[in-house]
């Protein structure tokens, strides 16, 4: 076969995934769908655990002994029609994804339903609207793929992440401050990247006080973004950024990185303290979650029971030294010049 017949199928073949709106990047996939998969977890375990704690501290049987079972059973699902979505995918393959999501969450877990997800939506797009029979082929291939999937790598997957857990988490509790440092500041960057730490906390498994350093570098950059660019935003930005995220900072860290460093070295400092001094624990529904919906918040107490010390650790350290300490940090980098007034302006405020 001549090289000019090589390169035709080739453009051919790029010209059939555009079409079908397959796009093979890291963008789509650790970003767009990883992103989206944090909905998924949010609108049905995440939202079932909020109604359960409600429930329990109220008395009411509905929300622990209805609602939350079922937001757990269906866990998998929202992830799947999450993920497709994130890819863009049509409607027979979003429905289908339900199924490859549940496969992919009793199989391996949350990384084994995202895996699935992924795997058997890209090959129902292929296949959507190609033939006369599209009501049954789409989803039929949708389902077969993502679910072989699923039983294919779901269990190495989620014994994988796992095993990743578990070490970080043994990890932790050897070396609290190391650890504490280095774990609070690698999530505290990934929350505010266009990628999940819910979902990442969530495939490692992460609990323990490893997930309560976790949650002290969301808060760090939640919280601590906030208030970094208070004047720029005022309350507005305080609120979007402090019980939402912190990810609406990207296009402007993007244009001036130096933007992150008062975040960053707070999470430094947090980290450690939590795991030392205040030994904070976290389940791995929260870990990633920091402040927004106040979801770290409500999960610390359920994982410590409440208490003076734990109160006192989430008012000192995810709220009370971000607030005083990360504008501190950049007014000094304001007189020299690296933090210029509106480089932290948000469009949406």
């Known amino acids: 076969m001549s090289k000019k017949n090589e ?14 709106n397959i796009k093979i990047s890291v963008q789509r996939y650790l970003i767009e769908a990883l992103g989206l998969m944090a909905y998924g977890l ?32 269906m866990t998998g699902a929202a992830i799947g029609v999450a993920v497709a979505y994130g890819l863009k995918a049509p409607p027979l ?20 339903a995202f895996c699935a997800a992924l795997v058997g939506a890209e090959f129902g797009k292929l296949v959507s609207k190609e ?12 389902i077969i793929a993502g679910t072989l999937i699923a039983s294919a790598v779901g269990p190495a997957i989620g014994a994988f992440m796992t095993a990743t857990g578990e070490f970080i988490m043994y990890a932790t509790t050897l070396r609290p401050l190391l650890m504490g440092m280095l774990v609070s500041v690698v999530v505290g960057i990934v929350l505010t990247l266009p990628i999940s730490s819910a979902a990442l906390c969530m495939m490692l498994g992460l609990s323990g006080i490893a997930a309560g ?25 305080v609120a979007a950024q402090g019980l939402g995220t912190s990810m609406l900072q990207v296009p402007n860290l993007v244009r001036n990185p130096k933007c992150w460093i008062p975040a960053v070295i707070v999470s430094a400092i947090t980290g450690p303290m939590a795991t030392v001094l205040f030994r904070m624990e976290n389940s791995p529904i929260g870990a990633g979650m920091g402040t927004s919906g106040l979801v770290g918040i409500i999960e610390t107490l359920n994982a410590m029971g409440g208490g003076m010390k734990v109160w006192l650790g989430i008012l000192i350290l995810y709220i009370g030294i971000p607030v005083l300490l990360t504008p501190l940090i950049g007014n000094i980098l304001r007189k020299i010049g690296w933090i210029k007034d509106g480089d932290l302006k948000l469009d949406l405020v």
């Not at 655990?49 to 501290?57: A, C, F, P, R």
């Not at 393959?93 to 084994?112: D, E, K, R, Y």
Request: with cysteine; net charge positive.
């Open 42 to 73: 949010f609108a049905s375990l995440l939202i079932g655990t909020i109604l359960n704690t409600i429930g329990k501290k109220a008395g009411i049987l509905f929300l622990t002994e209805t609602i939350y079972p079922i937001c757990l059973q």
């Open 7 to 20: 390169n035709e199928k080739e453009s051919k073949f790029k010209s059939f995934l555009r079409k079908k």
């Open 93 to 112: 393959v979003l429905f289908a994804s339900t199924i490859t999501g549940t496969a992919g969450n009793v199989l391996g877990g949350p990384a084994g």
């Open 131 to 142: 033939t006369k029979i599209d009501i049954i082929l789409t989803p039929a291939v949708t």
């Open 213 to 237: 350093a976790a949650t002290a570098g969301c808060c760090a950059h939640m919280v601590g973004f906030a208030f970094l660019s208070f004047r720029d935003n005022g309350w507005g930005g």
